[in-house]
């Protein structure tokens, strides 16, 4: 049998963990789904806000775009 060094038989033992944990990873259900959504559509009316925002503050100063 072919001795591997310390470093090579770290490496080939973090990736067999690695590769066991992906494999376990729990499929997200309905409720996260939902969640992630809401949270999306959250972040896209805080940036529609900002865009009405900067453009009263151009309509303030004058400047139109």
Known sequence: MMKLPKTARAVVVLGAMLAALA????????AERAGKEADKAVENV???IEKVGDNIQDAAKGNKK
């Open 23 to 30: 494999a376990c990873q729990k499929q997200e259900g309905p």
């Open 46 to 48: 805080g940036k529609q």
